[in-house]
């Protein structure tokens, strides 16, 4: 089903929640379509089994539209593994971090020319869609390396890739969070393992506070509306420890 996120006359957000069949052994994840009058961005469009629902979804909704932008949170098999189709079918630019440039050519049957690559800066920037702009807002460690979320100052919503992802195969995507703390254990081992530290999610923390966010929507699982839920999250993420800071030297073994 595609969830509305906002809409005004000239902008719309859309997230795509269920392309992927409930029974499949692939991980749950969303796909995001922001467009602003005839220009389209697609967030994290995913691998081949998200293109067909996202190509069909576009051509249904927005049909006069032009794809301008993929925009990448960092290079996974469930961010940008379709990148070739894309490539293809239209003459959008993957909007990339530049420590992942060289690698997503990858995903390719064949070279990628520079100019459908737009390597974003560690510091992130903006790019025009439309009448408007979409920051990339830089995420490092959250969890790649090179990471960023993508925030669209029209909606005020935060795509925050696998920041605040959860995973509950029963849960319904197509409503907000609303009870944070029975909500907690849909995100907690997620967010131990796959986050980098304690000291990186501060970081994001402090940036997010001074940012005027009505959503933080991620890649898996529900959303997170309203200050008073963002905050919630922020609270929570802010005092987590995870990543290195849980690993131990009985984690460096040679197995038997
Ligand atoms: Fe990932």
């Given amino acids: 089903m595609s969830v509305e996120l906002y809409r005004d006359?000239?902008?719309?957000?859309?997230?795509?929640?269920?392309?992927?069949?409930?029974d499949s052994s692939a991980i749950q994840s969303n796909q995001f379509i922001i467009v602003d009058g005839k220009d389209i961005a697609l967030i994290d469009p995913g691998g081949n089994i998200t293109y067909n629902g996202i190509f069909f979804e576009i051509h249904r909704l927005f049909s006069n539209g032009t794809v301008k932008y993929i925009l990448a949170s960092h290079a996974d098999p469930d961010i940008i593994a379709s990148l070739n189709k894309w490539l293809?079918?239209?003459?959008?630019?993957?909007?990339?971090?530049?420590?992942?440039?060289?690698?997503?050519?990858?995903?390719?049957?064949?070279?990628?020319?520079?100019?459908r690559i737009l390597q974003i800066p560690d510091q992130g920037l903006s790019v025009i869609l439309g009448d408007s702009k979409i920051k990339a807002i830089p995420a490092h460690f959250l969890h790649s390396e090179g990471n960023f979320q993508f925030y669209d100052p029209v909606s005020k919503i935060l795509f925050s890739g696998d920041m605040g992802a959860s995973m509950d195969d029963d849960a319904d995507l197509t409503h907000p969070v609303t009870d944070f703390s029975s909500h907690i254990k849909t995100m907690e081992s997620f967010?131990?393992?796959?986050?980098?530290?304690?000291?990186?999610?501060?970081?994001?923390?402090?940036?997010?506070?001074?940012?005027?966010?009505?959503?933080?929507?991620?890649?898996?699982?529900?959303?997170?509306?309203?200050?008073?839920?963002?905050?919630?999250?922020?609270?929570?993420?802010?005092?987590?420890?995870?990543?290195?800071?849980?690993m131990k030297q009985s984690h460096y073994r040679e197995p038997d």
């Fill in 191 to 246: 967010h131990h393992r796959y986050m980098n530290s304690n000291k990186i999610c501060r970081f994001w923390v402090t940036m997010v506070r001074e940012m005027d966010v009505e959503m933080i929507v991620p890649q898996h699982g529900r959303y997170f509306k309203g200050k008073k839920m963002i905050n919630e999250f922020l609270d929570w993420i802010e005092q987590l420890e995870c990543g290195v800071d849980l």
């Fill in 9 to 22: 006359k000239n902008h719309s957000c859309i997230m795509l929640e269920n392309l992927i069949d409930s």
């Fill in 88 to 115: 293809i079918q239209t003459q959008a630019k993957l909007v990339i971090s530049k420590l992942w440039a060289r690698f997503v050519p990858h995903f390719c049957n064949k070279d990628i020319p520079k100019n």
